[in-house]
C-alpha cells in the first residue's frame, strides 16, 4: 500500500536556526497538510496544501512557518528560526481530492518527524 | 469550532478483555468522525470513520464505534483484544463545508497485559 514518507524521522536543531522538514506525499494525492503533536498533547493541524497554495493555515501557522512543493514529489514545512516551544513530532498526511470532505479522501499519515529545539 | 475530547489518558486492560475509548465531540450538526491508532514509531493509521447512515461502523483489525447523537459520542470497542492493539489511539472529528482539516482529542494510551 503507498505510504507518506517523512524525512529525517529525528531532527534536532539549536534555538534561532532554520529546519526543513520533508515529505514525500502519496503519488496520486492532491492535498497535503501539517500536523504537530507536542509531547502529552493533542495533534494539532498547522496547515492544508492544494493546488499549490496553501488552503487553510491554524493561528499558529505565523510568519516563522512556510510551505512548498519544490518538485512533483516533495512537500517540505519550513521553519525559520526556531524557538524551544516548537518541540514536537510533525507529521505530514496527504489525501486524494474528492468531494465529500475527509469522510470520502482520508488523510494518509506519515510516521511524523521528532524536533528537538536545544 | 469543532472539539472532541477523550476523557482516558491511559486504559490498562487483560489480553482477551473487552474494551471501549470513550470519545465526545463538540460541534453544531453531524461531523465527519474518525478513530485513528499510532504504534510505536508509526504515523497514524485510520481505523474507521463515520458520517452517516448505520450509527455502528466496522473498522480495520476487529474495531468497531458507535455514533451517539444524543450523548454526542462515538466511543470505540473491540470484543477482545489483543496484545499487539497496545498503541496510542485517537479520535478526530472533520467539519462537514470545513475542507479536509481533522480536529484531534489528546489521544488514550492503551496499554494490553498478557
Known amino acids: 500500500e503507498p505510504e507518506v514518507t517523512q524525512t529525517p524521522s529525528h531532527q534536532v536543531t539549536q534555538m534561532g536556526q532554520e529546519v526543513i522538514l520533508r515529505c514525500v506525499p502519496i503519488?496520486?494525492?492532491?492535498?497535503f497538510y501539517w500536523y504537530r503533536q507536542i509531547l502529552g498533547q493533542k495533534v494539532e493541524f498547522l496547515v492544508s496544501f492544494y493546488n499549490n497554495e496553501i488552503s487553510e493555515k491554524s493561528e499558529i501557522f505565523d510568519d516563522q512557518f512556510s510551505v512548498e512543493r519544490p518538485d512533483g514529489s516533495n512537500f517540505t514545512l519550513k521553519i525559520r528560526s526556531t524557538k524551544l516551544e516548537d518541540s514536537a513530532m510533525y507529521f505530514c498526511?496527504?489525501?486524494?481530492?474528492?468531494?465529500?470532505?475527509?469522510?470520502?479522501?482520508?488523510?494518509?499519515f506519515g510516521n511524523g518527524t521528532r524536533l528537538t529545539v536545544t | 469550532a469543532q472539539s472532541v475530547t477523550q476523557p482516558d489518558i491511559h486504559i490498562t486492560v487483560s489480553e482477551g478483555a473487552s474494551l471501549e475509548l470513550r470519545c465526545n465531540y463538540s460541534y453544531g450538526a453531524t461531523p465527519y468522525l474518525f478513530w485513528y491508532v499510532q504504534s510505536p514509531g508509526q504515523g497514524l493509521q485510520l481505523l474507521l470513520k463515520?458520517?452517516?447512515?448505520?450509527?455502528l461502523v466496522q473498522g480495520i483489525k476487529g474495531f468497531e464505534a458507535e455514533f451517539k447523537r444524543s450523548q454526542s459520542s462515538f466511543n470505540l470497542r473491540k470484543p477482545s483484544v489483543h496484545w499487539s492493539d497496545a498503541a496510542e489511539y485517537f479520535c478526530a472529528v472533520g467539519a462537514r463545508g470545513g475542507g479536509n482539516k481533522l480536529t484531534f482529542g489528546t489521544g488514550t494510551q492503551l496499554k494490553v497485559e498478557l
Open positions: 503519488s496520486n494525492h492532491l492535498y
Open positions: 463515520y458520517f452517516s447512515g448505520d450509527t
Open positions: 498526511a496527504s489525501s486524494e481530492a474528492r468531494t465529500g470532505g475527509p469522510y470520502n479522501s482520508p488523510l494518509h
